[in-house]
């Protein structure tokens, strides 16, 4: 049986690589995904996730994550969550539970420490900067403060036919307190089934959340698409009706892969991706949308956006 291992944006090439080791020796869904997005968290490069994240308009970093088990549809979610490293894995432990699995704000807080995991001030003083930077111009030029919703997404199948998906992110640069996007919602953010495949989704979740587009990728896969077929149509359709109803659509990209370890991807923006699988070392690809169709082609890291 093949494994696969597929994510959003090119901040996960590294992570990906650790997740593939863990799959050729016939590691887990489950360890390879926890470790591949911790990767991601602990990287303060990255702006819109983990430590260094970027923080809300009153200075705050508040994290949401979350973690799907396809053999069991158990689902763990925190949001808003505040000064605790790895979101996902708090996550993934809440993935065990039957009950009280979403947890925001205090609750998933109090539930971090009572696990022990562990406390960290996940404000550096990089985003910080940008923060007052952009609060100024903010204030100065009467600007909009919204920008940036990177969250790093992750599907992945394993030798032994399980699948897992997860999400993690700050979510939106300059959001008010308590927002809440599309990440940490089951069907919107993410969604798998080992029966079928699974699917994770980026970009604005104001805009996501209205379709369950993750839900919908793995709906039209159950009904015999292929992975990339299943992703551009669920995409492309839902940004049609979301400019159709309201004028407009915001930045919307999918991953996905099915039980084969077949994947895909749709977008209406330019993305970037990693894939890796038991044929295939990890690459970094670029994706756009072409006449309706999203393409994409093997790039080298350096040639885009560390992100």
């Known amino acids: ?21 863990l799959l050729k020796e016939n590691g887990s869904a489950s360890e390879a995904i926890e470790k591949a997005i911790r990767c991601v968290e602990d990287n303060p490069r990255y702006g819109s996730v983990g430590y260094g994240g970027l923080p809300n308009y009153v200075g705050e970093v508040e994290l949401d994550a979350a973690y799907m088990n396809g053999d069991t549809l158990g689902i763990g979610a925190v949001a808003g969550l505040k000064d605790y490293a790895n979101p996902v894995s708090v996550a993934k432990k809440l993935s065990e539970d039957r009950f009280n699995i979403f947890l925001v704000g205090a609750g998933a807080d109090a539930y971090a420490h009572m696990n022990g995991f562990e406390r960290k001030n996940m404000l550096t003083e990089a985003a910080r900067d940008t923060w007052k930077a952009r609060l100024k111009e903010v204030n ?17 199948l394993d030798s032994a036919s399980t699948m897992v998906a ?41 805009d996501i959340m209205k379709g369950c587009l993750s839900y919908e990728v793995v709906r039209l896969m159950s009904e ?35 039980k084969k370890g077949e994947w895909g991807v749709g977008t209406n923006v330019e993305f970037s991706f990693v894939v890796a699988t038991d044929q295939d ?11 309706g169709k999203t393409v994409y082609r093997v790039v080298d890291p350096s040639e885009i956006e560390d992100k």
Not at 140 to 156: C, Q, R
Request: aromatic fraction near 6%.
């Open 1 to 21: 049986m093949s494994w696969t291992i597929i994510a959003t944006w090119r901040m996960a090439l590294e992570g990906v690589s650790k997740g593939a080791e």
């Open 140 to 156: 100065d030029k009467n600007l909009s403060p919204y920008d940036g919703h990177d969250t790093v997404g992750m599907v992945v």
């Open 166 to 206: 997860a999400t993690s992110t700050s979510g939106l640069f300059m959001k008010k307190p308590g927002r809440i996007g599309d990440s940490a919602l089951s069907g919107s953010g993410l969604y798998v089934d080992s029966e079928i495949g699974g699917a994770t989704a980026t970009g604005l979740g104001e």
């Open 224 to 258: 015999g698409l292929a992975p990339q077929e299943a992703a551009d149509q669920a995409v492309q359709a839902f940004s049609e009706k979301l400019r159709r109803k309201k004028g407009v659509a915001g930045a919307i990209s999918l991953v996905c892969a099915n």
């Open 281 to 291: 070392a990890p690459q970094v690809y670029l994706a756009n949308l072409e006449n």
